[in-house]
Nanobody, 123 residues
Framework: WQLVESGGGSVHSGDSLRLSCSVS????????IGWFHQAPGEEREGIAS????????YYADSVEGRFFIARNAAKNTVYLLMDDLRLEDTGLYYC?????????????????WGQGTQVTVSS
């Protein structure tokens, strides 16, 4: 598969942004799409995942209630809808896929990654 992220940019605190992850290729049952955030100088962390099988989503506490993962099956695209952006949301955002029926946010379960898209939040 190939994953391509887009939609990053520079915004202000409190703004919203939508990231897209375009997936080429057909994902199998129990595969998941995950979104990861890497703040400057920090480790990459999983923030949201969605089951390809049934669309069930799971979120990290840091984004619960602010970020939402959605998909357009016809376009084979998964979105990360980000509301109420904060300074600490600045960084690179990656989407990834892997066999992940439990929707875990561990990097190790994802084996195909996009190149990342930059989000910068300023006050």
């Amino acid at each position: 598969w190939q994953l391509v992220e887009s939609g990053g940019g520079s915004v202000h605190s409190g703004d919203s942004l939508r990231l897209s992850c375009s997936v080429s290729g057909k994902l199998g049952e129990h595969y998941a799409i995950g979104w990861f955030h890497q703040a400057p100088g920090e480790e990459r962390e999983g923030i949201a995942s969605m089951s390809h099988s049934d669309g069930t989503a799971y979120y990290a506490d840091s984004v619960e209630g602010r970020f939402f993962i959605a998909r357009n099956a016809a376009k084979n695209t998964v979105y990360l809808l980000m509301d109420d952006l904060r300074l600490e949301d600045t960084g690179l955002y990656y989407c990834a896929t892997g066999y992940n029926p439990a929707l875990r946010l561990w990097e190790q379960v994802y084996d195909t990654w996009g190149q990342g898209t930059q989000v910068t939040v300023s006050s």
